[in-house]
C-alpha cells in the first residue's frame, strides 16, 4: 500500500501569514493527489485535485505543487476562514490512503 | 442541487451486521465511481471500499482491514450505493461517508460498535 506522510500534525499561524503543509508519498503517485479541508462538524470539502488544480468555488489563495513524490498545499494569506483540517489523499491505485492530517489554528 | 444521504447506522455490538444506504441526486449516478470513506473519532480518515461504474463492470475494490467483511454495491436505477458491513468490529466504529472523491460527500452517519 502507498503510505502518505503528512507534515505538520498541526500548525498555527496568524492571519495573512503564509501557510504549507505536505505529504510525502511512498511510492510515485504522479499528479494522483488531492487535498481536502475538513471544518468541524461538516465533511470534508475538496480544495485541489491534480496535485495541482484548483477545484471550483476555492479561492485562489490556495495552491498546491509537488516536487518529485513531495505535494505541497500552500495557502498564501491565512484568512479567518482557513482553520480547520487539511487531509492529502493519493487516488493512484487502490486502497486509496490519506494522510494523517493537519490541523490548522489562527494564532 | 447534489445531495448524498446516508442512512442506516446505529450502535451494534461487536459480530453482528448492519447495512448502509447512500441515496443521491442531482448529478450522474450510473457514470460516477462511487467510495465509502470513514472518520475514526480521532478524526484520521480511511478509505475504505470504492465501485466503479458499469462501463467498468462495476469493480470494487477495498481496504485489507475490511475485506471479507465488508461488500459495496449500488443500484443505478435508484441512484444508490450501499455498504454491508458484516462481523463487525469495535474498530470498525467511526463516521462513515459516501462520497464521489470529488466535489460531492454525504453528510455522514455514525456507526458504534460495542458490547
Known amino acids: 500500500d502507498i503510505q502518505m506522510t503528512q507534515s505538520p500534525a498541526s500548525l498555527s499561524a496568524s492571519l495573512e501569514e503564509i501557510v504549507t503543509i505536505t505529504c510525502q508519498a511512498s511510492?510515485?503517485?504522479?499528479?494522483?493527489l488531492a487535498w481536502y479541508q475538513q471544518k468541524p462538524g461538516k465533511s470534508p470539502q475538496l480544495l485541489i485535485y491534480?496535485?495541482?488544480s484548483l477545484a471550483d468555488g476555492v479561492p485562489s489563495r490556495f495552491s498546491g505543487s509537488r516536487s518529485g513524490t513531495q505535494y505541497s498545499l500552500k495557502i498564501s494569506r491565512l484568512q479567518v476562514e482557513d482553520p480547520g483540517i487539511y487531509y492529502c489523499?493519493?487516488?493512484?491505485?487502490?486502497?486509496?490512503?490519506f494522510g494523517s492530517g493537519t490541523k490548522l489554528e489562527i494564532k | 442541487e447534489v445531495q448524498l444521504v446516508e442512512t442506516g447506522g446505529g450502535l451494534v455490538q461487536p459480530g453482528k451486521s448492519l447495512k448502509l444506504t447512500c441515496a443521491t441526486s442531482?448529478?450522474?449516478?450510473?457514470?460516477?465511481?462511487m467510495h465509502w470513506v470513514r472518520q475514526s473519532p480521532d478524526k484520521r480518515l480511511e478509505w475504505i471500499a470504492r465501485i466503479k461504474d458499469k462501463s467498468n463492470n462495476y469493480a470494487t475494490d477495498y481496504v485489507e482491514s475490511v475485506k471479507g467483511r465488508f461488500t459495496i454495491s449500488r443500484d443505478d436505477s435508484k441512484s444508490s450505493v450501499y455498504l454491508q458491513m458484516n462481523s463487525l468490529k469495535e474498530e470498525d466504529t467511526a463516521t462513515y461517508y459516501c462520497?464521489?472523491?470529488?466535489?460531492?460527500w454525504g453528510q455522514g452517519v455514525m456507526v458504534t460498535v460495542s458490547s
Open positions: 491534480g496535485a495541482t
Open positions: 442531482g448529478f450522474t449516478f450510473s457514470t460516477a465511481w
Open positions: 462520497t464521489t472523491l470529488e466535489n460531492y
Open positions: 489523499l493519493q487516488g493512484y491505485s487502490a486502497p486509496l490512503t
Open positions: 511510492q510515485d503517485i504522479g499528479n494522483w
